[in-house]
């Protein structure tokens, strides 16, 4: 398995409260990945970095922020959190200098906006 | 705008047989499809792709076939086991161009159901 963990695994929060969410990597891989799952949606791309301090907005990044920092990790925030915010969220990584197109996905976080 | 249509929504067939999941894609930019697998309480991981050069590729019981006139692609698991009850999500990528990044964008899902 790539070496990706998320952090916390899972959460339950209040309505307004501040979140954030962390994907750590052990593989260097350049690129890293935050999407939401839904039932009935899919996989939905928040946002994406394809470097350290370079981010970029997905399909679906209202309420969300993201910083990368160092290559390891990468963060997602929710500034404020609201019910519509509940979902399970997976970060994953890829890197193209590996010859592969893959993106290896973590163990997710469940997150419960109450 | 959904760029990747998936259907069916869920699919039961029996031991033995062939499942077979459609996606279609809107954006001709397009050249990477994967399929990735996805179990319970785990995140999804990458079971074959195909790149639009090809109409076919074959992995064990894992086939692709990509129709790239018709801008659709399917996923056929033969000879289907009860170990292969998951979710199956296809999806496009750009990833010719570079600039995409290698964003994927992906199908809403197939939940597959192999009965014994």
């Known amino acids: 398995d790539a070496g990706i963990t998320q952090s916390p695994r899972h959460k339950v929060t209040e309505t307004g409260t501040p979140v954030t969410l962390r994907c750590h990597q052990t593989e260097n891989h350049r690129y890293m990945y935050w999407y939401r799952q839904d039932p009935g949606h899919g996989l939905r791309l928040i946002h994406y970095s394809y470097g350290v301090k370079d981010t970029d907005k997905g399909e679906v990044s209202d309420g969300y922020s993201v910083s990368r920092s160092k290559t390891e990790d990468f963060l997602l925030t929710l500034e404020s959190a609201t019910s519509s915010q509940t979902s399970v969220y997976f970060c994953?990584?890829?890197?193209?200098?590996?010859?592969?197109?893959?993106?290896?996905f973590g163990p997710g976080t469940r997150l419960t906006v109450t | 705008q959904q760029q990747v249509k998936q259907s069916p929504q869920s699919l039961i067939v029996q031991k033995g047989g062939i499942s077979i999941i459609n996606c279609a894609y809107e954006n001709t930019a397009f050249d990477y499809f994967p399929w990735y697998q996805q179990f319970p309480g785990k995140g999804p991981a990458l079971l074959i792709a195909?790149?639009?050069?090809?109409s076919e590729k074959k992995e064990g019981r894992f086939t692709i076939s990509f129709n790239k006139s018709a801008k659709q692609f399917s996923l056929h698991i033969m000879d289907s086991q009860p170990g292969d009850s998951a979710t199956y999500f296809c999806a496009a990528s750009m990833i010719g161009s570079g600039g995409s990044n290698y964003k994927l964008t992906f199908g809403k899902g197939t939940l597959l159901t192999v009965n014994p």
């Open positions: 994953a990584i890829s890197d193209r200098g590996q010859g592969s197109y893959e993106q290896y």
């Open positions: 195909i790149r639009p050069d090809v």
